[in-house]
């Protein structure tokens, strides 16, 4: 079973530690796209904050793997 991670702003992912999830901190795009090239290959859900995944374009979400899905605003 793969492992679930939480790429975005610290104050809208760190509570998702709570529950196991990897939580990357990426406060602006640059980080937000270091966060998603450094995912480790055991991630097959990233949870993504609207900035971050706005910072990532549309690639991740129309990838298979790993699955992502963005927090509502």
Known sequence: MGRVA???ERT???GLALT???V???EDPHTAREAWRSL???VTLVI???AAADALGP???ESVRPLT???PS
């Open 12 to 14: 809208r992912v760190a």
């Open 6 to 8: 939480a790429v975005g």
């Open 48 to 50: 993504l904050t609207p």
């Open 40 to 42: 480790p290959p055991d």
């Open 59 to 61: 690639a991740p979400q």
């Open 69 to 71: 899905v963005v927090m």
């Open 24 to 26: 990357v901190a990426a």
């Open 20 to 22: 196991g999830v990897t």
